[in-house]
């Protein structure tokens, strides 16, 4: 199929839901899936964002500011993951805990609203083999029946940036920002704190300059992956010195530099094993 015809066919199928919830991070797919879904549906869909202490500050607002930009209508929905001790302890199907939190109130949310259907951003590449061994949290939207209609229309990752800058949408080359518990290496609980550490940490590298960065969090060691085309710039002497005095305060005793900078997922290299159906919630 060209383009064209697979935006037919995304269009189509959302039409045929008649009425849906779309999870909505702020990311680029789930942001045109929202997008599509208002031009398909109208005020027959809603997008439905999900709050807690794992979502920066600034992902909300920009989230918020695109929704508002298209007239896309939009929920604030407040999550309690950080309620739930399989959340916390922060292994390998911590996603999928996060994301059973979210579509069980969503379900909820459709119920309450009177609409028909739950749908998610996955997209084709993300059912690749390799991919989906650490996505747990498709698990999840399996479980509560969330459909994925970017993959019934067949559309790749790179299309639907491609369909979003031919609507001129401003986050068509936005860069891939998972949930700040993303960052903490696993088997460390997930807390208020280390959250915000990150949140804080993140934040003051973006004002040094790098648009693009993790913190992963080891405990006492910060781990920073910076974009490589900017780490010739990140070690300079003057500027490491910056980083370490933006670090330091927020509790981190060690401050490191990822000599391979960013790459999305580098937590997931530290699993051994992969759990491949979740035991500890029956749905």
């Not at 280390?194 to 804080?200: R, S, T, V």
């Amino acid at each position: 199929m060209t383009l064209a015809e697979k935006q037919a066919v995304l269009h189509q199928t959302l039409r045929n839901l008649d009425s849906v919830l779309v999870a909505y991070s702020g990311g680029t797919d789930s942001a045109y899936l929202a997008y599509a879904a208002h031009q398909a549906l109208g005020d027959q869909m809603l997008a439905v964002i999900a709050d807690s202490p794992s979502l920066p500050r600034a992902e909300l607002a920009a989230a918020l500011a695109f929704t508002a930009q298209h007239a896309i209508p939009t929920h604030i929905l407040l999550t309690a993951e950080l309620d739930r001790p399989d959340y916390i302890r922060n292994d390998s199907q911590r996603c999928f805990h996060c994301k059973d939190e979210l579509f069980t109130h969503m379900e909820q949310a459709r119920a309450d609203r009177g609409f028909q259907h739950l749908a998610y951003g996955m997209n084709l590449d993300d059912q690749a083999p390799a991919e989906a061994a650490f996505r747990p949290g498709q698990q999840a939207a399996a479980l509560h029946h969330a459909v994925a209609p970017l993959v019934t229309a067949q559309l790749s990752k790179l299309e639907i940036r491609e369909l979003a800058r031919q609507a001129n949408l401003s986050l068509a080359d936005k860069p891939a920002s998972a949930c700040l518990s993303s960052r903490i290496e696993y088997g460390r609980a997930v807390t208020r704190e280390n959250l915000a550490q990150i949140e804080q940490a993140e934040e003051a590298l973006h004002a040094l300059g790098f648009p693009q960065v993790r913190v992963r969090h080891h405990g006492d060691l910060a781990r920073i992956e910076i974009a490589r085309q900017d780490l010739p710039r990140a070690l300079d002497l003057t500027t490491l010195d910056q980083i370490t005095a933006a670090l330091k305060p927020l509790g981190f005793l060690y401050i490191t530099l990822d000599t391979q900078g960013y790459r999305s997922g580098s937590m997931n290299q530290s699993l051994t094993q992969i759990t491949a159906t979740p035991t500890s919630i029956a749905k």
